[in-house]
């Protein structure tokens, strides 16, 4: 249960049918010397297809063979979950290459045309897991798209089936977390985090610290649909929001 997108990538699960998915990408296709585009069928007879992708094996490879990619063109991946649409989706990122540091690295999630994440990576040398709430019922398609100018490594990605994420489990993420997701002034949150606030295009435009119960204020943001990351009880989490 592997996965790793960088720069220009596009795989398609095109046979897999199951209630839930991954895939370990030991039957990657792509070399360890430069970036390639090609194909490859990989875990449950899923068909792949990549570009702008490489081989990670070693360094800054997330677990076993990774896929890493490019930094800059089209970069994306692609994955059709299959009939029984997708629940939750699991993913790990790291940084990689590019002088050492960790900014202008961001990893998006969407399905169906729909960004459900965006994630700017803090550290180099660091994985960071996250898993995002879909719930979205039918054949979906699963995107992984990096931006920014620096290349980034995916891995380890997995996907549960829909329904599979509770509506009561869903009402306590989004109560623990953003407590409101359709905002006119002000963002309430459950718990105490450290959180960013990004636009349809990846870029951070509000950071903040919140205290439980605390509120930061986004009245000067322009209406549109806007995501917000953050740590909730030690995990990873992020919401989608919409600023009337």
């Known amino acids: 249960m592997k996965k790793l997108y960088s720069l220009f990538a596009v795989a398609f699960l095109a ?17 360890v010397g430069g970036y390639t585009a090609g194909n490859f069928v990989g875990d449950n007879s899923v068909a792949w297809s990549y570009s702008g992708a490489r081989k990670v094996t ?3 490879n997330v677990t076993g063979t990774s896929v890493g990619f490019d930094s800059s063109g089209s ?4 994955a059709n979950s299959g009939a029984a649409g997708v629940g939750e989706i699991t993913y790990t990122v790291r940084s990689y290459f590019t002088g050492g540091t960790a900014a202008n690295r961001i990893i998006q999630v ?8 965006s994630y700017a990576l803090d550290a180099m040398g660091t994985n960071y897991t996250r898993t995002v709430a879909a719930n979205i019922s039918g054949d979906v398609v ?4 990096s931006t920014g100018s620096r290349q980034i490594v995916l891995d380890d990605v997995s996907w549960t089936a ?6 009561v489990e869903v009402k306590e993420k989004k109560h623990i977390f953003v407590k409101n997701t359709s905002v006119d002034k002000e963002i309430y949150f459950g718990t105490k985090s450290d959180i960013k606030i990004f636009n349809v295009n990846g870029q951070i435009v509000r950071t903040a610290s919140v205290s439980e119960n605390g509120s930061v204020n986004v009245e000067n943001l322009q209406s549109g649909i ?4 953050g740590i909730a009880n030690g ?5 989608k929001i919409i600023k009337k």
């Not at 829909?162 to 509506?167: E, I, K, R």
Request: net charge negative; proline share 0%; hydrophobic share 35%.
């Open 15 to 31: 046979s897999s049918l199951s209630a839930q998915g991954s895939e370990s990408f030991n039957n990657l296709s792509a070399t």
């Open 58 to 60: 070693s360094g800054d």
């Open 75 to 78: 970069r994306y991946v692609k």
């Open 110 to 117: 969407y399905v169906n045309g729909t960004m459900l994440d």
């Open 142 to 145: 699963i995107e992984f798209r």
């Open 162 to 167: 829909a329904g599979s994420l509770g509506t």
């Open 226 to 229: 806007y995501f917000v990351t």
């Open 235 to 239: 995990i990873s989490v992020s919401e």
